[in-house]
């Protein structure tokens, strides 16, 4: 019976060493398998903090580049909106004057009519606001045709007209005309001078030669 029991002990002891060793060394496996994960993210960690870095060095490489030209813009717009804003939008407007024609007065009458053909090129609208002439008696007025609802036709007069940019005026006896009391007998071929005034180009001075009424001819 003691040998028995003696026997007994032993397996009992050596199986709980047997049990004890492997728990250890599970133990110690899991231990390290955590101990390696904690590295793992650790390492993981390091390098997105890394990429992070990098890609804010690259972010403020790149921002300067980035705003400058948006500030630039920006300040052009400001500029170009107070342009707009103040009317002075596209180029100053230039005014070309092609010679004109005055009519030779017929009947008793001495009053007659002028035209010219006025074309801006500029970017800007311009007015014309007045006409003179030396040999006109007193202002020559710039006048418009109109018609009554009973169909009569006359001649009403105007302060100043629009020449629009990059347009013309074309003045004829159905439209925009001047209107002069010349001061002399005129003839066919006689070299008329005029001066006419812009609201923003200033004074031009050109010719017009007188022909007959209905002649569109120089």
Do not use: C
């Amino acid at each position: 019976m003691t040998g028995t029991a003696d026997t007994v002990s032993e397996t009992v002891d050596g199986t709980a060493d047997t049990v004890s060793e492997t728990v250890d060394g599970t133990v110690d496996e899991t231990m390290k398998a955590k101990a390696k994960a904690a590295g793992a993210v650790q390492e993981a960690g390091a390098v997105q903090e890394g990429r992070a870095a990098k890609r804010n060095r690259r972010l403020a490489d790149v921002l300067p580049v980035v705003l400058a030209p948006l500030a630039a813009s920006a300040v052009a717009l400001g500029g170009l909106t107070t342009w707009v804003g103040t009317g002075h939008a596209g180029t100053p407007a230039r005014i070309d004057v092609v010679p004109g024609r005055v009519y030779l007065p017929y009947g008793d009458g001495r009053e007659t009519a002028a035209f010219f053909d006025i074309a801006n090129s500029g970017g800007s609208g311009d007015r014309l606001t007045g006409v003179t002439s030396p040999a006109a008696l007193g202002e020559v007025a710039l006048t418009r045709h109109r018609v009554t609802e009973a169909g009569g036709a006359y001649r009403d007069e105007v302060a100043s007209t629009s020449v629009p940019a990059g347009g013309e005026l074309s003045m004829s006896p159905h439209g925009v005309s001047l209107t002069l009391l010349p001061k002399a007998n005129l003839e066919p071929g006689d070299i008329v001078p005029f001066t006419l005034r812009f609201e923003h180009g200033g004074p031009i001075r050109t010719v017009a030669v007188v022909v007959r009424p209905g002649s569109s001819s120089l």
